[in-house]
């Protein structure tokens, strides 16, 4: 696998998330500033980069596991990946969760949810069983008709899209758009992801690759993000479940052809089923052990459909991605970086001093 199809994962794997599910948050937080957060946060990312191409050099592009299975034993580092796994299952559940709640509210109202959930889960849940190789294959073709469908959109709208409404800037100071940075931090710092499939490429990862995956992640965000202020407005737009789907019910091609939306579901679904897919995949990789690995997935797989299904409200479930979940996201992974950083550091130094024999 190269490292252009890895960054072409992450535009697809972390892009749905940065390009729909945080927009809503990021909105009502912050309102017309918001597209100056995602700035401001592509700025905290390119600082943070450099620890990452840091572990990446310094593990030599092993698999992480095996690298610290060396350095601290296998007991603690099965208990350092069994913690990550846990938390991608539940990536994967509030992914699964708002895409089901999307096509819920959308288009199959009177379809049960669990049917629902669970037919996306298993569809994942085979894609994950197959290779990498297969998924980025699978990722290529799909991620070539999202990007098509997006410059349709962002074109057909631009007789709707009113400049002026972004402005005046910093309206209620820069307080707002700092809040704001966690939610779209909270997406890019999953391109830590990346470190975790760094063994599947045949050549090392640049630290142009980070900063490139970085600038197009967002991107994705600002572009639906200032679509959904200056097509609706903040105040209308922050009120809004999902502004990017609502741009999608105003495009139009020419006077006759109307009610196009639906081209959407193609661009949320393949989104979220090379997402769901791929944590899967990151989840039989990382597992400690290798027998019956699909049994387990299955049970990973009931685990990721029950979230969806759980008896609270979809408000319940905004109030705790909002102020839990995505907050929280940040932090997992900023933690995580800097104690591989922490113990690449220590280890690179005591090998120097073996040889060194000081």
């Not at 350095?71 to 846990?86: C, D, P, V, W």
């Not at 319940?316 to 929280?328: D, G, N, V, Y």
Request: hydrophobic residues 55%.
């Amino acid at each position: 696998m190269t490292v252009f199809q890895l960054i072409l994962l992450s535009m697809t794997a972390v892009g749905l998330k940065n390009h729909v599910t945080i927009i809503s948050p990021l909105i009502q937080t912050v309102g017309r500033d918001s597209w100056l957060s995602v700035i401001v946060s592509l700025f905290l990312v390119l600082l943070w980069i450099p620890l990452l191409f840091f572990i990446h050099k310094k593990t030599r592009q092993e698999h992480l596991n095996i690298w610290m299975q060396k350095n601290i034993g296998k007991g603690l580092s099965n208990i350092f990946f069994f913690i990550i796994i846990l938390y991608l299952t539940l990536l994967a559940g509030v992914t699964l969760r708002e895409t089901i709640t999307w096509v819920n509210i959308t288009f199959l109202p009177k379809t049960p949810f669990f049917l629902l959930a669970s037919c996306f889960a298993l569809v994942c849940w085979v894609l994950a069983g197959t290779s990498l190789r297969t998924l980025s294959i699978v990722n290529i073709f799909l991620l070539f008709f999202i990007i098509i469908l997006g410059f349709f959109v962002a074109f057909a709208n631009f007789q709707y899209k009113n400049f002026s409404l972004l402005m005046p800037f910093l309206e209620h100071g820069f307080r707002p758009v700092l809040k704001g940075t966690v939610y779209q931090c909270s997406g890019m710092v999953e391109l830590m992801l990346l470190l975790f499939l760094q063994h599947k490429t045949e050549t090392p990862i640049r630290f142009r690759h980070f900063v490139i995956a970085s600038i197009l992640l967002t991107l994705l965000t600002v572009g639906p993000l200032i679509g959904a202020v200056i097509e609706f407005g903040p105040v209308e737009a922050s009120k809004q479940r999902f502004p990017p789907y609502e741009e999608w019910g105003l495009a139009s091609l020419g006077n006759f052809i109307e009610h196009v939306d639906f081209l959407s579901i193609y661009q949320w679904l393949s989104g979220a089923f090379v997402r769901i897919s791929l944590f899967l995949l990151l989840i039989r990789e990382y597992l400690p052990f290798k027998q019956k690995q699909k049994w387990f997935l299955l049970f990973i797989l009931a685990a990721i459909t029950a979230i969806p299904l759980l008896p609270i409200t979809d408000f319940q479930f905004m109030e705790i991605l909002s102020a839990i979940i995505l907050p929280f996201t940040v932090w997992f992974f900023l933690g995580l970086s800097v104690f591989l950083g922490l113990l690449a550091a220590f280890f690179e130094r005591k090998i120097w001093r073996t040889n060194n024999d000081v």
